[in-house]
């Protein structure tokens, strides 16, 4: 196979440098002088070795102009598998430039899961039926039923296409009919045992019929169904049960238990990807990632969180508002207070991100919540004394105070105890609430802990130095 | 199958409440009461119908006096697949409790590739050595090998069971061999094609092999292997690589190119998902999750960040030192200073959060991140100007002096354009020196955060307002 050969070294020129794989930077800049220079040609001929995934990388490393000329070089020919690989800002600026005609070609062209999480991307009504006006009435009726499931349900996720056969088929029936080119999907990884309502009772591994004489009985090979799935769950559920139960496929059932559809690994694993990152994005204050959106969507997305920081760093400021004649009278006292307040943040955070992560991988449950914060509470204490020491001993030497010392420490302790109560109670009690956690506990906690911080800290010096 | 049913009706008793996948309270509470009663036999009865990963999630829910009574009521019929499902510290105890002979009963059970994984869990040399010991040499000297690869490298990823034939077969023939009930892999999803020197040249996935008549030769319907992973690749560029091209199996190959194992994705998914754990945890000053940790352990693994926080808060302290007489003077900025400081750091800490994001995710790559810096530096300079406006408004407002707003206006310009460079840019250099970003990028940000903003705020006030 020479041909492919050719293809395999390529493909290693342009993604593999000590095994590391991603697309060399020279390469990027080669197709970017051939779409400066207008050799459409050239650009092709470079990326026709690529994977589609790395198309999209490709696409998304191009500048905005470059990505629009990209477009145009490759519009024939556009590989319609690049769409759902793209970041959700680029692939906007992608579709725009394609056209409704094009971005409906492409619809036609990938599976069933793919065209109604692609359509779902125009958020425009008008965009979208548009769009779906000019597809095959069966495919748009699919997409317009999954569309009208909600967001992020297990329906969107799923694909219609599957094998299912009644379970006393024989393998080599099974296999007569798979062979008959009757209407299958491309790939699938079991075969589905169905009763006679079309409700799913288990399900044959390929494997399993390979490895089977042809008179043997599927019911003899089948495993029992290891989860199934409800149409409306939420995908995040879904991902928690495949990654549970180590599943590859699973059936999607509806309302009255008939199976409708699939999913599988290959969708949960980018579900279970944006999970984490996702609660990471909302830890920062991130409402989503942005390193590919414009300026104007970037600041938009960004600055609710900081006008909502700027609102906790004024209150923590009238706190400190209440002791200006102490700070007037021991300005030593100014100097050292971001160490209490900083010092208290961390370690809540710390607490708090264990929590919101143990409430996302359910790890954290009423189960065992009490024992869980019972032992934040002494680590808290434990940090509070080790630190108290650490900042009492270092304070006193710097302003050869040793009241300073005592009070700081005292101070210490308390916001170290305060940071930790409030790092696992606050997820909690937004969890029970059913508020994410990962979006709002991270304010409430920096409230808390510069609060308590600033008013113990100044408080007991305004009592005991004063 | 009125077994089934029964079973399915239990486990869902047990597991689903309002749509969610999890153990029910109350029937944790059921088996600790009969832990706590001594009553094994209801124990067993309880847990028999749950999945090995709920029996997993159950243990970690448990206080430790009752795991270690569950171990024992559960001892003689434990299922080694609850083993690989446990957290690190929980799976400790319960092999603590299980003894090195039932232990490494529980390794003879399992796959090779999760043999690995837990022998290599045993950190104790001798230990491991005594476990090892009592397992027959084949899997001795499979899991010898594997734990002599690097940690986290495709070869202790890998399962060295798989299915590999030369492409001149024929389907039928491929079929016989299956049935043939030669030494293969309980489940597979594709069959290796592999030429004379048993180097994988590409794979025939199993739906295709199914599909087909007998007389069809592999290689006319063989796809051609999409990537191929060295033995000694980092388990993160495995999973980018699954992630990347959608894979559910790829193959494994030693220095000189043959195939020695294969890579599954249900491995790989708890890799994608430790990854953008560990980036969170790291960007928290966590090492790792320790939410079933005791609480020396946890203090320990907690306290290094800390102190490293307490140094660059005496840091940022230092700082505000050399403006004592200035603070003294006008002690309104000892109230409006850490207003400056916290706004850098959320605002940092942001552009940070994307920028350790995407650097793991290979978004943030040398051909584009001078584009992002740029991106950012904009977005830190209308940062600066909006809470510029509006910090300086509220100052204004609250002291009744209009030259505290302009000076504190003027320190969040700055220190909104430092958080900008600093977020973007000391990820970047760290990732460039080949030190993971989300480990130290938080603390380095702070420092500059911290810093900048009290001596803009500080230094621009000595100068213009005193």
């Known amino acids: 196979m020479p041909d492919s050969a050719v293809r395999d070294h390529l493909h290693r020129e342009v993604l593999q440098s000590d095994d590391s794989y991603g697309l060399l930077p020279e390469f990027v800049s080669q197709v970017h002088d051939a779409l400066e220079a207008g050799d459409e040609d050239t650009v092709r001929e470079l990326v026709a070795p690529l994977h589609y995934a790395d198309i999209a990388d490709l696409i998304e490393t191009l500048s905005p102009e470059d990505r629009d000329r990209f477009v145009r070089a490759t519009k024939a020919a556009f590989n319609a598998e690049i769409l759902p690989e793209l970041d959700d800002a680029v692939r906007a600026e992608i579709i725009e430039e394609l056209g409704f005609e094009d971005f409906a070609a492409c619809l036609r062209e990938v599976e069933s899961d793919d065209a109604v999480y692609l359509a779902g991307q125009l958020e425009d009504e008008e ?77 044959v591994r390929l494997s399993s019929l390979l490895r089977s004489r042809r008179p043997v009985r599927l019911n003899q090979i089948m495993d029992l169904k290891a989860a199934e799935i409800p149409i409306t769950m939420d995908q995040e559920e879904v991902a928690f049960i495949f990654r549970q139960q180590n599943l590859l496929s699973a059936p999607v059932v509806d309302a009255s238990g008939r199976l409708v559809g699939r999913i599988t690994v290959d969708d949960v694993v980018d579900v ?195």
């Not at 000019?134 to 997409?143: C, Q, T, Y």
């Not at 909600?150 to 056969?165: F, T």
């Not at 302003?399 to 010392?405: A, L, N």
């Open 272 to 466: 279970i990807d944006e999970e984490a990152e996702d609660d990471m994005f909302r830890l920062a204050g991130l409402s989503e990632g942005d390193l590919f959106s414009d300026v104007v969507d970037t600041v938009k997305s960004r600055i609710t969180w900081l006008l909502v920081n700027l609102g906790t760093a004024v209150l923590a400021s009238l706190v400190i508002g209440v002791f200006e004649s102490t700070l007037q009278a021991v300005v030593a006292l100014a100097v050292l207070m971001p160490i209490v307040a900083s010092m208290g943040g961390n370690a809540g955070t710390q607490t708090l991100t264990i929590a919101v992560r143990a409430l996302a991988t359910k790890e954290l449950t009423a189960a065992n919540a009490g024992r869980i914060v019972s032992k934040e509470l002494v680590i808290g204490l434990i940090n509070g004394v080790v630190f108290a020491v650490l900042t009492g001993a270092v304070s006193w030497v710097w302003f050869g105070d040793g009241m300073i010392g005592v009070v700081i420490g005292a101070a210490m302790v308390i916001n170290m105890i305060a940071a930790a109560l409030a790092g696992i109670a606050i997820p909690l009690v937004l969890d029970r609430l059913k508020v994410d956690p990962a979006v709002s506990s991270g304010v409430f906690l920096t409230t808390v802990t510069d609060v308590v911080g600033f008013f113990a800290f100044l408080g007991l010096a305004a009592v005991f130095i004063l």
């Open 127 to 203: 965009e979208r039926a548009a769009v779906l006006a000019k597809l095959p009435p069966e495919l748009r009726s699919v997409i317009e039923q999954a569309l009208a499931l909600p967001e992020y349900s297990a329906g969107r996720l799923m694909q219609r296409e599957l094998v299912a056969v009644p379970s006393y088929w024989t393998v080599g029936e099974t296999i007569d009919y798979l062979r008959s080119g009757a209407r299958l999907p491309d790939e699938f990884y079991q075969i589905f045992i169905v009763d006679p309502r079309h409700r799913p009772v288990g399900y």
